[in-house]
């Protein structure tokens, strides 16, 4: 079975600085993992993917997470973080076994204060 | 180009109705995948189709619940004699292939039942 867990609800942080969304994941074999925020009202929009290779993936809107293998972790961060990065953040999972079912975490509320 | 779209947007429907929900793929795209999110369950995967075929469907609720896919496009979620418990938001997802491809998410349709 694969998992992922988003431990924290909520992040607060204020405008300018660095934001992380932590996640971690259970997987039996090799991870593919990936990043989706979601505004209000609006469907899941992709951010960054980890497949293989380089450790620390960089995808859209100044994001970027890192792969850590021994932790099974994959943080989304974010050096300064915008009020317009409110939103709420998906980490997801999937195995080469399972190639094509996303298992999610419950998701993290993001509120960047001005 | 064109994203995932889907229709209705919204609907309200009395319990024990049935409903038929649309989802347009990205042009080209070949697997096609339904999920539902709800404030209970969070985002769960419902059905996975590969071109016309539904090689996984362990994740329908119920037999009250039916999808198919023609022309390898455009796909239809039926939820028959629907209850209270069906309201959520169904989105839809489409990638290239099955492989690690991204999945690309339509807006969703919020389905209300009353």
């Known amino acids: 079975a694969q998992s992922v867990a988003q431990p924290e609800d909520q992040v607060n942080v204020a405008e300018g600085n660095p934001l992380t969304v932590k996640c971690t994941y259970s997987v039996s074999g090799n991870p593919y993992l990936f990043w989706y925020v979601q505004y209000p009202n609006r469907g899941l929009q992709f951010l960054l993917k980890y497949i293989t290779g380089d450790n620390l993936v960089k995808g859209s809107y100044g994001f970027e997470a890192e792969f850590n293998k021994s932790q099974t972790s994959f943080h989304l961060k974010k050096p300064s973080a915008l009020v317009s990065d409110s939103a709420l953040y998906f980490c997801a999972v999937r195995t080469r076994s399972n190639d094509y079912k996303l298992s999610f975490g419950a998701g993290t509320t993001v509120t960047v204060r001005a | 180009g064109a994203g995932v779209s889907q229709s209705p947007s919204n609907k309200v429907t009395e319990k024990g109705k049935d409903v038929e929900l649309r989802c347009d793929p990205i042009s080209g795209h070949t697997a096609l995948y339904w999920y539902r999110q709800s404030l209970g369950q969070g985002l769960e995967f419902l059905i996975y189709f590969q071109g016309n075929s539904a090689p996984d469907k362990s994740g329908l609720p119920s037999d009250r619940f039916s999808a198919e896919r023609t022309g390898g496009s455009v796909s239809t979620l039926t939820i028959q004699r629907t209850q209270q418990e069906d309201s959520a938001v169904y989105l839809c997802?489409?990638?290239?292939?099955?492989?690690?491809?991204?999945?690309?998410f339509g807006p969703g349709t919020r389905l209300t039942v009353l």
């Open positions: 997802a489409s990638s290239l292939g099955p492989s690690p491809d991204t999945q690309y």
